[in-house]
């Protein structure tokens, strides 16, 4: 299998927050680089950035000091190197910033996309919902990626969100489950939020697997690892392993 794909740029988004976007991008991105791909996160969460809590770095710069001109889009990114990537991170602790201008975000994805060219994959954990900071981000992404969870509300905001993402029709939309109990359960809830989509908007997202709901998740949080490298053998390793060679494909 040839590991080192095209360059890619994969918006990681859900309609409502605590699904597991920040584990689902942190965790792709660690697979994604395990397999030899140069990889990036981009932390688009402003107000709640949490990348680097997951992985457990301190990024000295932020968003921040590029939108106010003080660095280049390339002194912000760190090197993970016990995972292998690089980071834009927030600083989640200081409340930099939580939203921004048109301008400031034309900047900010003119660089990323120059900066996403020496990547093979770049994940822009993007923050909870529609608006504007969210959205205005999808027209730089190949792929976009929501992260599904089974309660109502969920659904209801995932629904609310691949409505507007479906109007614009440049990137693929795809679907990945999380916290389920079984890759069954994943498959029917995909297909159910597909038939719903399909009914009302006339289209379906793609599924590219769910990751099963797992007590390693909260472990490797806590020691702000990748879930491969404290549970290598659990059901969440597997799944995202899984996710990440049919990203590849
Ligand atoms: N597959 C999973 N199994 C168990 N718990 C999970 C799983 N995915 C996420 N979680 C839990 O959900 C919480 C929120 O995840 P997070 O990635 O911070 O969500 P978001 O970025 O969408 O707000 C995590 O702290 C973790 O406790
Ligand atoms: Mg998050």
Same mark, same amino acid.
């Given at each position: 299998?040839?590991? +080192?794909? &095209?360059?890619?740029?994969? @918006? *990681?988004?859900?309609?409502? @927050?605590? /699904? @597991?976007? $920040?584990? *689902?991008? *942190?965790?792709? %991105? %660690?697979? =994604? %680089?395990?397999? #030899?791909?140069? $990889?990036?996160?981009?932390?688009?969460?402003? &107000?709640? %950035?949490? *990348? !680097?809590l997951q992985l457990g770095v301190d990024p000295p710069l932020t968003i921040a000091d590029f939108l106010l001109g003080r660095?280049?889009?390339?002194? =912000? +990114? +760190?090197? /993970?190197?016990?995972? #292998?990537? !690089?980071?834009? #991170?927030g600083r989640s602790a200081a409340a930099t910033l939580t939203s921004t201008s048109e301008q400031e975000r034309r900047k900010l994805k003119s660089a990323l996309v120059a900066l996403g060219r020496s990547y093979n994959y770049t994940l822009i954990d993007l923050a909870a919902g529609i608006d504007v900071n969210v959205s205005d981000f999808f027209e730089i992404c190949d792929t976009i990626l929501v992260v599904l969870r089974g309660d109502p509300s969920s659904l209801m905001d995932a629904y609310a969100l691949v409505k507007i993402v479906s109007h614009q029709m440049r990137s693929r939309i795809a679907i990945v489950t999380n916290a389920v109990s079984s890759s069954r359960d994943g498959a029917d809830l995909a297909k159910y939020f597909a038939d719903v989509t399909n009914k009302y908007l006339q289209f379906r997202p793609e599924y590219l697997g769910g990751i099963r709901a797992d007590r390693t998740v909260d472990l490797a949080i806590r020691r702000q690892m990748p879930v491969y490298a404290v549970a290598p053998q659990c059901h969440a390793t597997a799944d995202i392993r899984e996710l990440a060679r049919r990203v590849m494909a």
């Open positions: 299998m040839s590991t +080192v794909s &095209g360059r890619r740029i994969i @918006g *990681v988004v859900s309609g409502k @927050g605590g /699904v @597991g976007k $920040t584990f *689902v991008s *942190v965790n792709l %991105a %660690a697979a =994604l %680089a395990d397999a #030899g791909n140069r $990889t990036l996160i981009f932390d688009a969460d402003l &107000g709640l %950035a949490n *990348v !680097d660095n280049t889009i390339d002194e =912000l +990114v +760190v090197h /993970v190197d016990n995972v #292998g990537i !690089d980071i834009i #991170g």
